[in-house]
């Protein structure tokens, strides 16, 4: 069977995807950032195209439910660059959404999260590939458990990976003990985000070991350590065996971030003298092709 990874502009086979940047934003729109919001579609165009002709393929983007996807856009957006674009479903937490738009989210989430990926979002026949839910500081919280839950019952019908934020890097094996304990997804069927944002390497080993798919995301924020550790935790990740879970990702969240650009600009040159050309292209190609496949339970 070919595995297939499913885009806006329709499902293609994963090893289509090409040099993907596996955690980004072309839209986003939080109460938690004022201001900030990234809702240009000509913005937008201009950060894709500069990642398309840096050699970049595909974009993931995790922007779910609720915070201004725009997904006749980003469909738009894909045919203009000619990069494939993954949207995707799920609900951030709470505190990115204002009480009224959590008042309105039907009851059955998980039925929400599946319509999204096998129907499309919003009527517009644009479907997700994957589904975003998120960690609380150190723990899972009551939105998170309810989330997760209906993230997994949505994983089963639909094969969908999941894709979770890690508040700061944190709580990645409790995220793991409840989705692939509890809730029975498989942990190559799990994306967690934001690793380099809590640089504990222990941690991200244990989390590696489960199976999970771990994402270094955010490059080049002041307040994380991310840029200046990168080198040193691929490298010890990939020597400990963990090369073919790692991804790599701009996660652009205000029109400040360098993002997507950055990425194959400066990140990637810095990368490869310490991990080498074959791992670096297991990060950005072979990798993704296989953690935003569809799969079965």
Known sequence: MVSLVRTVLGDIPAGGLGICDAHDHLFLRSPRLPGQELDDPADAAVRLRAFRELGGRSVVQWTPYGLGRRPEELAALSRATGAHVVAATGLHQA?????????????DLAELFTAEVTEGIGGTGIRAGLIKVAGAFH???AHAR??????ALAHHRTGAPIAVHLELGTAALDVLDLLCGALEVLPQHVILGHLGRSPDLAGQRDAAATGAYLVFDGPSRAHHGTDW???????ALADAGYAGQLLLGGDTTTPETPGMPYLLRRLRPRLEPALGKDVMDRILV????????LHRS
Do not use: Q
Not at 95 to 107: C, D, I, K, S
């Open 139 to 141: 723990g899972v919280d």
């Open 146 to 151: 309810l989330t997760m839950t209906a993230a």
């Open 229 to 235: 550790r990168l080198p040193d935790e691929l490298a």
């Open 95 to 107: 505190v990115h959404y204002a009480p009224e738009t959590l008042g309105r989210l039907p009851e």
């Open 286 to 293: 072979r990798n993704p092709a296989r953690a935003f496949a």
